[in-house]
């Protein structure tokens, strides 16, 4: 018996491994990439074994060289929780990711005598750091880890960075690559930029919805895990179990976030998450890999009547960033679940571990869908802490570049990522295996919304604080920034158009 629940738990994993690294198929509904696990059998005493797949790079001596990730940080509460934990370990400390790391690390330092280093600088330093060594023509940084609104795009756009499709060994069709952001993110064929199993910090960076499961009894409301598995947990259904639960707790006669009791927590981002998640981009890509603008679709528009509706409930729905500079607003967002006075809560995945000491009993959920017909829940990847691996423009050994950085991500396959799904899948901040199924449905099919990341026209960023302005006139602004986002497309392209394939 011990043998076939060790077999049973094993193949449960492998098998949400295997969906969760996949990276996400066609965001707007399209036919999913499959990816097959293959199985080698058994061991001795019967438990099933995944296959591993692996790269085939041979080893090759580096004579000690020194491989550089440069990461930065943010010294803000409210950004603590976005610094890297998946770059580097000094040592074993009996954390689970801090292990993996450095397990990881010692694997690939070994099969190329290399050492890895991570260099950490403060966040406005990030582009002055990677811009001057370019111009110097240093080659310093191996690999540089930007964010992606922040510094991806002046940093890519200014030709600092390298097409990823151009370094040799770097095989980005591989499952240990996520396959949303290569598919989202090229531009004309050009990518400069990957996310993948070598970061967790993507996954924390994934946008989903968490419940509370006492208020769920409390007032008679359906399980909505069942109404996620029907495929029926549209934004409609979202407003309408938000609707009607409101309480003025303290009898002040007025709602206040720290008193009373909503149905819906939302942030800035949520507007933009809820268009992802809708099956609509701002701006999408043609045939041809180019941008073109898609915001403003008849479905764009219907998602936009949900968020309105949302976005001015005072009564049910409270909005974090109104609240910004008042007090740590993630910290109350928190502090609402545990204190049973929220039923729905928009998070980034990071924020799951913030409840690990809530008693009472949360659940998580993949962003809402349009209706019922749209065919799968689509998760959306936030540029303002999303990351990715990208190699500066002076690298002088693509050779070793390439090897290093595609063996580390398949390595972190099995290490690094594997311990990130203990921490969320066996107990320690999720609570059932129903968020087990969830989790699975968030990682494997995330997409990326370029009009958002590069905020052509400045488009994205009116979209991103519509929530916390109350101002909902998106057919009027979208007219007044429409001409401007175009013209930053066709600058962005021209960029790149002369970057060149390397």
Same mark, same amino acid.
């Given at each position: ?22 990276? !996400? ?30 790269? +085939? ?24 929780? *976005? ?26 330092? $070994? ?26 023509? +240093? ?36 499952? *240990?690559w996520n396959q949303g952001c290569v598919r989202?993110?090229?531009?004309? !064929? ?11 910090? +993507?996954?924390?960076?994934?946008? $989903? ?9 409390? %007032? ?5 895990? +069942? ?42 981002? /949520? ?45 049910? =729905? ?44 949360? !659940? ?12 799968? %829940? ?7 802490? !999303?990351?990715? $691996? ?55 099919? /995330? ?17 991103? *604080?519509?929530? /916390? ?9 979208f007219e007044k920034h429409k001409d401007r ?7 962005? =392209? ?9």
């Open positions: 018996m011990k043998n076939i629940k060790t077999t049973l738990l094993v193949l449960a994993i492998c098998l949400v491994f295997a969906a969760c690294s996949s990276g !996400g198929a066609d965001q707007g509904g399209g036919a999913e990439t499959a990816e097959t696990t293959e199985w080698a059998g058994t061991q001795n005493d019967g438990e099933a074994v995944a296959e591993r797949i692996y790269p +085939d790079l041979a080893a090759v001596d580096y004579g000690g060289y020194e491989f550089a990730f440069l990461t930065r940080t943010i010294q803000n509460e409210d950004w603590a929780d *976005w610094n890297h934990r998946d770059i580097f370990a000094e040592e074993e400390n009996g954390d689970i990711i801090n292990d993996a790391v450095y397990g990881r690390n010692r694997k690939i330092e $070994a099969k190329y005598n290399i050492k890895i280093s991570e260099i950490v600088v403060e966040h406005p330093n990030f582009l002055t750091k990677v811009s001057q060594s370019v111009k110097a023509g +240093d080659d310093i940084y191996d690999a540089v880890c930007p964010h992606l609104n922040a510094e991806l795009v002046p940093l890519s756009q200014a030709g600092n960075l390298i097409d990823l499709f151009s370094i040799p060994h770097l095989d980005l069709a591989k499952p *240990w989202d993110l090229s531009i004309g !064929g050009r990518l400069f930029i990957a996310s993948g199993d070598l970061f967790i910090l +993507d996954n924390d960076s994934m946008e $989903a919805m968490i419940f509370n499961k006492v208020l769920i009894q409390e %007032y008679g409301l359906e399980i909505p895990y +069942d109404i996620v598995k029907r495929g029926e947990w549209t934004f409609d259904k979202l407003i309408e179990m938000s609707s009607g639960i409101a309480k003025d707790l303290n009898g002040d006669g007025k709602m206040y976030i720290k008193d009373d009791l909503f149905g819906c927590i939302i942030q800035a981002s /949520t507007e933009n998450s809820f268009i992802v998640s809708g099956g609509e981009k701002i701006v999408n890509k043609d045939s041809d890999d180019y941008p073109i603008i898609t915001f403003g679709s008849e479905r764009c528009y219907q998602i936009l009547d949900a968020l309105t509706t949302l976005i001015h409930d005072d009564q049910n =729905v409270v909005h974090l960033h109104r609240y910004m500079g008042q007090f740590p607003v993630y910290d109350e967002q928190a502090k609402m679940m545990e204190e049973n006075r929220a039923l729905f809560s928009w998070i980034l995945m990071r924020i799951v571990e913030k409840l690990r000491g809530m008693e009472t009993d949360f !659940g998580i959920l993949p962003l809402p869908k349009l209706d019922k017909q749209q065919p799968k %829940y689509i998760t959306n990847n936030n540029p303002n802490t !999303g990351v990715g $691996a990208s190699v500066p423009s002076v690298a002088a050994n693509l050779e070793r570049t390439g090897m290093i950085l595609e063996d580390l991500c398949a390595e972190s396959r099995y290490t690094l990522q594997s311990a990130y799904y203990e921490i969320n899948l066996r107990g320690k901040f999720v609570r059932d295996n129903d968020s087990q199924e969830m989790l699975d449905l968030i990682l494997s099919n /995330t997409a990326y919304d370029i009009g958002y990341i590069y905020d052509f026209g400045g488009f994205g960023g009116v979209v991103l *604080w519509s929530g /916390t302005n109350k101002k909902t006139n998106f057919a009027s602004d986002m175009q013209k930053d497309i066709d600058k962005m =392209v021209d960029a790149y158009e002369r970057i060149g394939k390397q």
